[in-house]
């Protein structure tokens, strides 16, 4: 009986996740649809079972019987066997149709690996513990490497952040806005930026708040102290504030609270419960 390979798997509804969308953080996972009927699943398939095993590991081969799982042929959108697939980061980047000779399938093969910049950014991903030099040095060689690797850049930016380069994190997203547009993730970094250079010019929480509560009606100071909370990472009474303002000031703070609360929406995400709902109170309050 031969010995079974540890790069080569076959899918079932119930190991999907862990042999495909887990595993594909790793190493790509190339997906091969067939068939027991289908002729040319059968010529395909030694090839990339030969090529996984010559590989050793840079890529796994995950073999799917449409008759066995067809809701997975469903999810991908196979149309004919034999179909495969190739899938990095939980994502298909690349597939092909149909019967394709060794030497093509090969090409195609060296095609999914990632690149030394990509190889580069993963390693900082997932190494535990890197010192923020080693970081740094990795991301600037990878964008080194390829200059149009624009996550390298976010990547590099949000480090920036993180260890309070202000600057050299503005820098970042400066040459990232060349391109006439930011990605979320690097809105995100901006966004942030913006926030902790209003904090830092506010005085801080407890000043801002001694200050307000000698005042409490002065949209100025409410403004202040939702500067300095949004900086603080304090971002609900932050936004209460700067809503309070935008209510009550449309003519004076409003605009300034307004972009305030824009900043902290861009640095939680979309996906964040108080970007929702203070959206919506912010659109009611507006209109």
Not at 206 to 221: G, I, V, Y
Request: proline share 5%; net charge negative.
């Amino acid at each position: 009986m031969p010995q079974k390979s540890p790069w080569i798997v076959d899918l079932t509804l119930e190991n999907f996740e862990s042999e495909v969308l887990e595993r594909s953080q790793e190493v790509p996972v190339i997906v091969d649809f067939w068939a027991a009927w289908c002729q040319p699943c059968q010529l395909l398939m030694p090839i990339l079972e030969k090529l996984a095993n010559e590989m050793e590991g840079r890529f796994v081969l995950a073999k799917a019987n449409t008759e066995q799982v067809p809701q997975l042929a469903a999810q991908f959108s196979v149309q004919g066997v034999p179909a495969v697939f190739a899938v990095r980061d939980g994502a298909v980047i690349d597939f092909f149709d149909g019967m394709r000779p060794e030497p093509i399938v090969r090409e195609w093969l060296e095609r999914q690996f990632p690149s030394e910049a990509e190889a580069l950014l993963a390693a900082v991903r997932n190494t535990l513990g890197l010192k923020p030099a080693d970081v740094e040095a990795k991301l600037k060689q990878a964008i080194e490497l390829d200059p149009k690797l624009d996550l390298a850049k976010i990547m590099l930016a949000e480090h920036y952040y993180d260890q309070h380069q202000d600057d050299e994190a503005a820098g970042c997203i400066a040459l990232l806005e060349e391109r006439g547009f930011l990605e979320p993730e690097a809105e995100k970094v901006k966004a942030a930026l913006e926030l902790r250079k209003l904090g830092a010019a506010s005085g801080g929480v407890e000043d801002c708040r001694a200050a307000l509560a000698a005042a409490p009606d002065d949209p100025e100071k409410m403004m202040k102290l939702s500067e300095a909370l949004a900086a603080a990472g304090e971002f609900e009474e932050s936004l209460d504030l700067a809503l309070e303002v935008v209510r009550k000031d449309r003519a004076g703070q409003g605009e300034t609270a307004r972009q305030l609360m824009v900043d902290v929406f861009r640095q939680l995400g979309d996906d964040d419960d108080l970007v929702s709902d203070y959206r919506r109170k912010l659109a009611t309050a507006l209109y």
